[in-house]
T-cell receptor, first 116, second 114 residues
Framework: GEEVAQTPKHLVRGEGQKAKLYCAPI?????VFWYQQVLKNEFKFLIS????????ETGMPKERFSAKCLPNSPCSLEIQATKLEDSAVYFC??????????????FGPGTRLTVL | RKEVEQDPGPFNVPEGATVAFNCTYS??????FFWYRQDCRKEPKLLMS???SGNEDGRFTAQLNRASQYISLLIRDSKLSDSATYLC???????????????FGSGTRLSIRP
């Protein structure tokens, strides 16, 4: 598609439940990025993919967070056993392959996760 | 020290005013720079890329000073619709063919009053 698509728009989970978020990058974009934005506007990088391969996962909390980008499927970010502090908006972004064009990231509308 | 720092604001200026934001970055190897705009918890949208010494797009001018490691955004003749949070974004890409390593500033809130 022409835009990054994210589903669901809103997700409410009880503490300890699992949450799964989806992202479909712009068609033709090889790179996918996940960010977490909490209330104070701070964007936290979580993970990036080049096609289905993890490129950089330095931002991922190791224990409960996992992500995948499989061929012919939306990318996913999964949180096992959610905690209150996981409440945030999760943005996905994609960028084109090659040269400086990889710099410009296009963002999806985000998924607002609320953990009660 | 944060890798990308911005004045959080808020900046509250009257319509028609000129307003400028600065952003400093700590990594001298940073390769490209952007200003994004974010409205009311929506997704960030690219406002301007800053690749060389600066560029202009209508009422918006972005400047890059590599020696001092800062970029700036100037908004002239501000409109009510310019009210938003402006995010300074720095790409510390490790290599030409590798993916971006994007660092966001915490954003500067701008409010334009009638």
């Amino acid at each position: 598609g022409e835009e990054v698509a994210q589903t669901p728009k809103h997700l409410v989970r009880g503490e300890g439940q699992k949450a799964k978020l989806y992202c479909a990058p712009i068609k033709g974009h090889s790179y996918v990025f996940w960010y977490q934005q909490v209330l104070k506007n701070e964007f936290k990088f979580l993970i990036s993919f080049q096609n289905e391969n993890v490129f950089d996962e330095t931002g991922m909390p190791k224990e409960r967070f996992s992500a995948k980008c499989l061929p012919n499927s939306p990318c996913s970010l999964e949180i096992q056993a959610t905690k209150l502090e996981d409440s945030a908006v999760y943005f996905c972004a994609s960028s084109q392959p090659g040269g400086q064009r990889t710099d410009t990231q296009y963002f999806g509308p985000g998924t607002r996760l609320t953990v009660l | 020290r944060k890798e990308v720092e911005q004045d959080p604001g808020p900046f509250n200026v009257p319509e028609g005013a000129t307003v400028a934001f600065n952003c400093t970055y700590s990594n001298s190897a940073s390769q490209s720079f952007f200003w994004y705009r974010q409205d009311c918890r929506k997704e960030p949208k690219l406002l301007m890329s800053v690749y060389s010494s600066g560029n202009e797009d209508g009422r918006f001018t972005a400047q890059l000073n590599r020696a001092s490691q800062y970029i700036s955004l100037l908004i002239r003749d501000s409109k009510l619709s310019d009210s938003a949070t402006y995010l300074c974004v720095v790409n510390m890409k490790p290599g030409y063919s590798s993916a971006s390593k994007i660092i966001f500033g915490s954003g500067t809130r701008l409010s334009i009053r009638p």
